[in-house]
């Protein structure tokens, strides 16, 4: 099984390369984040052209999340929060026996604003939800664009970056918390040393061409699928293009 997920910045805007990128890797199951575009705009069509189906939530102008699969997804649910949530940022689903949630963390904006402590407090309701939804023994996959780097080899200047939105311990304790309960990093299991990054931001100058990045971006699995991961890599062909999202493609091969 191929297992993806991708930061569009505007699924339209990005539709081109999505599509391209579709019929280049034919991922079974592909998660997208800030796709942001209200559900009656979403661009159905041409994806399941290409053979998808996709499962999407929406707003205008923000936020935003979908799952593209090949297979049809079962148990859709879209709300993290039982009382419900205008930021469209979750989506669990599950898919030829796999549970997956795709998720996009708050960014945070800044430390000690109210939208970072919206952050953490959905980071804690993603942790609730997982703890009273699934066990360690479970196929489970949940992925996405998480806003936060957990490690100095994670960034590209730890020193200058450490205590920020992103790179605060307060977001770091919370992600450990998913790793403690059971939830392992697909992508550090292969690749454990630094300099891979998943996103580029735009506000620095030539900041791709320098790898002046982040992993801010993650697969994390249950042992029983991690287990079973073949490799994962970073897709750079995305992000080097022109007009390109300032996050790229996060790919995990599993034999199932």
């Known amino acids: 099984m191929k297992f993806a997920t991708f930061n569009t910045n505007s699924v339209r805007t990005r539709l081109p390369i999505l ?58 649910r879209l709300d993290l929060f039982s009382e419900g949530d205008d930021q469209a940022r979750f989506i669990r689903v599950d898919i030829e026996g796999i549970s997956v949630v795709n998720v996009y963390v708050p960014q945070g904006f800044q430390v000690g604003s109210e939208k970072f402590q919206y952050k953490l407090k959905w980071l804690k309701a993603l942790l609730e939800y997982i703890v009273g939804h699934y066990t360690p023994n ?21 020193e200058t970056l450490r205590g920020g939105v992103g790179f605060h311990a307060d977001e770091q304790a919370l992600m450990k918390e998913f790793f403690h309960w059971g939830l392992e990093d697909v992508f550090r299991r292969h690749f454990p040393e630094g300099n891979h990054y998943t996103f580029w931001d735009y506000r620095i100058p030539n900041g791709f061409k320098r790898n002046l990045g982040w992993r801010i971006d993650y697969v994390l699995a249950t042992a029983p699928l ?18 390109p999202s300032d996050h790229t493609f996060l790919v995990a091969e599993f034999d199932l």
Not at 30 to 51: A, M, R, Y
Not at 226 to 243: F, G, I, N, Q, Y
């Open 226 to 243: 991690a287990k079973k991961s073949r490799t994962a890599w970073v897709d750079m062909w995305a992000r080097a293009l022109s007009k």
């Open 19 to 76: 599509l391209e990128w579709l019929e280049k890797e034919t991922p079974d199951i592909l998660c997208l984040q800030e796709t942001k575009v209200q559900d009656k705009d979403f661009p159905v069509e041409p994806l399941e052209k290409v053979g998808y189906h996709v499962t999407f939530r929406g707003q205008k102008s923000y936020n935003g999340v979908a799952i593209l699969s090949k297979s049809p997804p079962e148990d859709v």
């Open 138 to 158: 479970d196929l489970l996959i949940v992925a996405g664009d998480f806003n936060v780097a957990m490690e100095d080899r994670d960034v590209y200047d730890p």
